[in-house]
């Protein structure tokens, strides 16, 4: 069976600019915060939320980045699971508070990456992401 489901996605930067990304268990890949609504969520709930149970950090969100709903880049198959097609709402956010990251159950690392020296292994979903972060002004809707 396959679904379409509303997710959220975040973009967090460091004082220097670096590109806070995880390493997440399943995949053994690169990526951004992200993760699906609960009932009864707004989009910024969901956001700070995702960081928090990911992170055990408090955010604060800053901006749209896009609206993201292509198939090619919003449909994923879960290895244990059928395929479910993303509806991602992307948003910048920054910490509200210092503190170190605590890794979840879906987290091998977390690790902060100048922008020029992303790593090669990234979930195909987190570089369309990643592109228009770091490259566009404007929000999207792709």
Not at 74 to 88: M, S
Not at 102 to 130: I, K
Request: glycine share 4%; aromatic share 12%; with cysteine.
């Amino acid at each position: 069976m396959s679904l379409t489901r509303p997710a959220i996605a975040v973009f967090l930067t460091n004082a220097r600019g670096e590109v806070l990304l995880q390493k997440r268990k399943l995949e053994q890949q690169w990526g951004l915060i992200s993760g699906k609504f609960e009932f009864g969520e707004t989009v910024e709930q969901a956001a700070v939320r995702e960081v928090w149970e990911e992170t055990g950090r408090w955010c604060r969100i800053e901006q749209l980045i896009g609206v993201y709903s292509d198939p090619l880049t919003q449909v994923y198959a879960y290895p244990d699971q059928a395929a479910v097609h993303y509806v991602t709402i992307y948003l910048k956010a920054s910490f509200t508070e210092e503190g170190p990251i605590v890794l979840n159950d879906e987290s091998l690392e977390f690790r902060f990456f100048p922008p020029d020296a992303l790593p090669d292994n990234l979930l195909r979903m987190s570089e369309f992401w990643l592109a228009d972060a770091l490259h566009s002004e404007a929000a999207h809707l792709r």
